[in-house]
């Protein structure tokens, strides 16, 4: 995916988020990949902890096609 965002952003100027936003949006391939975009408008908070099972209960599954770069990771859903 990233060299062909790249290839979309190639030349622009970043000058407004929504700008960035409409690119990498824009951005796909003859073999069907297409890209969609989120802005989040809050600010990203540091120094946030994880339970110390966090990753060892984390079930991530990998891609048939590249494993070693795609996978994704499920969290398991709390009840409350």
Known sequence: MFPHVSRA????IFDHVQTVQYLVARTTTRTGLKVFTTILDKPYK???KIAEDFKATMTIVFDDLLPQWNYTAVPEVQVI
């Open 46 to 48: 540091t120094g946030r």
């Open 9 to 12: 952003c190639q030349g622009m």
